[in-house]
C-alpha cells in the first residue's frame, strides 16, 4: 500500500501466553525511569520535566520531540514503561478479599500455614490439582483454626506428639473494613484483663512482612505459584507509570495544558507520597505516618473509581474516568460496537466463527 508506514519492530512467534502477578523487580525491569516529581512540564513550560510524569524517556506525543529511549518520533513510538516506589506498600484493590483469606490461612506471626499433612482433611485438600479449587478448600479449613499448634498427634501413635514447626499463637478473627483490614484476638480466660477482644487494623507492612515468611512448600499448597503468582505480589510497592502516549495531554496554547484522568490521579498518588517520605525523614511518630497514608484512597481511584460503597473522585465536577471506567457499563469501549439507530439492530461482539472483518446480529 502507497504511503503505509511499517514498523521496525523485529516479528516473533508466540510460543504460549503466561498469565501472572507483576513483581516489584519486574516492575522496575520493564522501567525506563523512576518517577519522582508531580509535574510535567519544567519551570520554563516549554519541555517535559526529567523525573515527571512526562518525562521524555516514557515517549513522545510531540511530533517535533523524539522518544529519549527509542529515538522515535510519535508515530513510531509506543512509549514506555516508567515507575513509581511507594513509601508504604498499599493493598491492590482487585486482591483485598484474597489476601484476607490467605490472612486466614497462614499464622500471622510466623507465617506459617495453620494445618497441614498430619490433619486428614488438609491431606486430602491439597492434592486437588485445579489451583483455585485447593485454595478454596484449604481456606475452608483454616479459617476456623484460631492457634499456631507446635505440636500435633502422631499418625502412627495418637498418644505421641509431633513437632510441627508452629509458633503457639493466637489467631485473630479478620473481617475487612473498606481498604482495611481488622483483626480481632479474643482474651485468654485465665487473664484478668476483661472479655473484650483486641482489635486492631493490620497494617500493609505487617502483612507484606507475613506474606514474606511463607515457605515455598506452603505456597503450592495454597494454589499460588513462586515464580508467577507469590502472595507479597498482591501488595503494591512499586507501582507502575503507563507512558504518555497511553493518557496523551491537550494543549490548549503554549502556556495552558489539559492533563489526562489518569496523570491527573497519579500526580495525587506522588504529592502524597512526597509527603509520606518527608514525614519518615523528619522522624514524625508513628501515628501521624499512619494519619498521611493518603495515597491509598488515590491508588484506589487510580485503579477504580466506581467501587461500590466508596467515594468517586472528581476533576471540575466531572467523575474521573479511570483503567476500568472504559470497559465497565453503558459508556464502555466495547459498547461502540453495537449500533442503535432507526431501523437496524444491535450488532454483536465477533465470534470464533466470523472471519476478522464481519460482525454478528440478530435474526427477525
Known sequence: MVGQQYSSAPVRTIKEVQFGLFS??????????????????DETQTRAKIGGLNDPRLGSIDR????????????????????????????HIGFISKIKKVCECVCMHCGKLLLDEHNEQMNQAIKIKDPKKRFNAVWTLCKTKMICETDVPSEDDPTKLV??????????????????????????KNTNDGDEP?????????????????????????GFNEEFARPEWMLLTVLPVPPPPVRPSISFNESQRGEDDLTFKLADILKANISL????????????????????IPCRNYMDNDMAGHLQAYKNRAVLLIYSGPFKGKEAVSRYLRESVPFSCKTRFPGTQFELDKRGSKYN
Open 24 to 41: 516489584p523487580e519486574e516492575v522496575r525491569a520493564i522501567s525506563v525511569a523512576k518517577i519522582r516529581f508531580p509535574e510535567t512540564m
Open 64 to 91: 517535533n520531540v523524539k522518544c529519549q529511549t527509542c529515538q522515535e518520533g510519535m508515530n513510531e513510538c509506543p512509549g514506555h514503561f516508567g515507575h513509581i516506589d511507594l513509601a508504604k506498600p498499599v493493598f
Open 163 to 188: 513437632s510441627r514447626g508452629g509458633c503457639g499463637n493466637a489467631q485473630p478473627t479478620i473481617r475487612k473494613d473498606g481498604l482495611k483490614l481488622v483483626g480481632s484476638w479474643k482474651k485468654d
Open 198 to 222: 483486641e482489635q486492631r487494623v493490620l497494617s500493609t507492612e505487617e502483612i507484606l512482612n507475613i506474606f514474606k515468611h511463607i515457605s515455598s512448600e506452603d505456597y503450592i499448597r495454597l
Open 277 to 296: 517520605e518527608t514525614l519518615e525523614l523528619n522522624g514524625a511518630p508513628h501515628h501521624a505516618i499512619e494519619k498521611q497514608k493518603g495515597y491509598f
